[in-house]
């Protein structure tokens, strides 16, 4: 049992394991997990899904300076049997759609956003049912049939299978996501955290990251 | 002896009301009452006032009579009952949560409509919130003289008077007291509503949802709507302890006729 402790944000949960199963893994909202270093949680390496919280931990001294490590996108999903009948992003302008999205504040919910005004679709903001602290709530509650549509990362729909149909999303919409990992300071164990850091950066790292749809900076 | 427990009781005090003293020590007063000033924060208290209320009102328009009959009559399958009763206190809210969505959630057992509505919100408060009640109720109830229900059936009263000028009178301080345990359980519900309501500001997001969501964005807001929950807790607290006084002393209403 390694000694790390890795905070990461919730789209990591099925790519980091894969690229080292040794450290214990918390995964969450990348705001929330911020939230908490800056309480004094232990992480011994922190990896966001927005630059914005890392960059800020390392304005305030927290941790070391920010590397990006991978790219993504984002994809409509709605539940196989397609309760709403939705064929494309422009249907979530109809009365009555039950839209699931991030939280603003939580990185997909804030690209999320992004994405609908670029796309003037603000409008279909009103038909949102349940804003999630973090994307494995929006997968989870589009999987189960209960919401008709969410917006998630394209790597969170293979973790999802056969319960979700995804939809692309145009490319001129799309928000700059990008994943920025950095080693908190003070902690025990930096050489197992650079260490880690570095296992990310490796090409069997990049491997992992693009077999699980992710983009390498 | 005396003093070691005396000691050992003042740590456990200490350790329970540190951190309820903390959340108003944080920050100033004033900073608590502005931030309660929040759209956030005001939109909670809305949807949480308006769900408990129609959830406290599912509560007692079914659990009145549920309990009535539990106190009163012996059947088969009365324990069992009991037991069923007593099941969402001590169920994990997040298992109230699933066991909600697979009931009543679109691809659930009644596929209904409800999820993400404020009536799935009132749905897992009453869940959470009717066993604190029907408990209480059930205790009331058999605790009134079964002398005094006895004496107005042999004056000819029927079960509905007897229901409601005897009992329903006698109980009522108890009920009245099940009743704000059951408020204050139902003000706190989370994992539950989380789960089968989502959470959306101003149409399913409660109090401590609006925690939840504010906690890594802004602390002070969630301070504040902690405070607020401390101070409502406290105060139906105070209420239960004082109906209950009143329950348990030799009632006003009911001199003991054997006695």
Same mark, same amino acid.
Do not use: C
């Given at each position: 049992m390694s000694l790390l402790a890795v905070f990461a944000a919730a789209s990591l949960t099925a790519v980091f394991p894969g690229i080292d199963r040794a450290p214990r893994f918390q995964f969450g909202g990348s705001d929330q997990l911020a939230f908490q270093i800056r309480q004094g949680a232990p992480a011994d390496v922190f990896a966001s899904a927005s630059p914005k919280y890392v960059q800020q931990l390392h304005a305030r001294g927290l941790c070391s300076k920010p590397?990006?490590?991978?790219?993504?996108?984002?994809?409509?999903?709605?539940?196989r049997a397609n309760p709403a009948h939705i064929r494309s992003v422009?249907?979530?302008?109809?009365?009555?759609?039950?839209?699931?999205?991030?939280?603003?504040?939580?990185?997909?919910?804030?690209?999320?956003?992004?994405?609908?005004?670029?796309?003037?679709?603000?409008?279909?903001?009103?038909?949102?049912?349940?804003d999630e602290t973090d994307v494995k709530l929006v997968v989870a509650k589009v999987a189960l049939g209960e919401a008709d549509a969410g917006f998630v990362y394209r790597t969170d729909v293979k973790p999802a299978g056969k319960r979700v149909i995804q939809f692309e999303l145009p490319v001129r919409a799309q928000p700059t996501v990008k994943y920025e990992l950095c080693v908190p300071t003070k902690r025990k164990h930096p050489q197992l955290a650079a260490r880690f850091v570095r296992e990310v950066l490796s090409k069997r790292g990049r491997a992992a990251l693009k077999a699980a749809g992710f983009g390498l900076p | 002896m005396r003093a070691a427990f005396a000691v050992i009781a003042a740590l456990a005090l200490a350790f329970l009301a540190l951190p309820v003293v903390a959340i108003f020590l944080r920050v100033s007063p004033a900073t608590l009452v502005r931030e309660l000033g929040d759209p956030v924060a005001r939109d909670a208290l809305v949807v949480s006032l308006r769900t408990s209320a129609l959830a406290q009102l599912l509560v007692v328009v079914?659990?009145?009579?549920?309990?009535?009959?539990?106190?009163?009559?012996?059947?088969?399958?009365?324990?069992?009952?009991?037991?069923?009763? @007593?099941?969402?206190?001590?169920?994990?809210? =997040?298992? $109230?949560?699933?066991? %909600? !969505?697979? &009931? *009543?959630?679109?691809?659930? +057992?009644?596929?209904?409509?409800?999820?993400?509505?404020?009536?799935?919100?009132?749905?897992?408060?009453?869940?959470?919130?009717?066993?604190?009640?029907?408990?209480?109720a059930v205790a009331a109830f058999e605790g009134v003289d079964a002398a005094l229900v006895d004496a107005a059936r042999t004056l000819g009263a029927r079960p509905w008077r007897v229901f409601a000028r005897i009992a329903l009178p006698l109980a009522a301080s108890g009920l009245g007291a099940g009743l704000a345990l059951s408020f204050a359980r139902g003000l706190g519900e989370f994992g539950a509503t989380i789960m089968f309501a989502g959470s959306l500001q101003r149409v399913t997001q409660?109090?401590?949802?609006?925690?939840?969501? @504010?906690?890594?964005?802004?602390?002070?807001? =969630?301070? $504040?709507?902690?405070? %607020? !929950?401390? &101070? *409502?807790?406290?105060?139906? +607290?105070?209420?239960?302890?004082?109906?209950?006084?009143?329950?348990?002393?030799?009632?006003?209403?009911?001199?003991?006729v054997s006695g």
């Open positions: 590397k990006v490590f991978a790219t993504n996108t984002l994809v409509l999903i709605v539940p422009y249907d979530l302008r109809r009365r009555g759609i039950k839209l699931v999205v991030g939280a603003p504040g939580v990185p997909i919910g804030d690209y999320t956003r992004t994405l609908l005004t670029r796309l003037h679709l603000r409008s279909a903001l009103s038909n949102v049912v349940s | 079914l659990g009145t009579p549920t309990a009535y009959l539990l106190a009163t009559r012996r059947f088969r399958g009365r324990s069992m009952a009991l037991t069923l009763v @007593e099941l969402p206190l001590v169920l994990p809210p =997040a298992v $109230a949560g699933i066991g %909600l !969505l697979a &009931a *009543f959630g679109r691809s659930g +057992l009644l596929s209904t409509s409800l999820a993400f509505t404020q009536s799935a919100v009132v749905l897992a408060v009453a869940f959470v919130a009717a066993p604190f009640y029907v408990r209480t409660t109090l401590p949802l609006a925690i939840y969501a @504010e906690f890594a964005q802004s602390f002070d807001v =969630a301070l $504040a709507i902690g405070a %607020l !929950l401390v &101070a *409502f807790s406290f105060t139906l +607290l105070l209420a239960v302890k004082w109906l209950r006084s009143d329950w348990i002393s030799p009632s006003r209403f009911a001199p003991s």
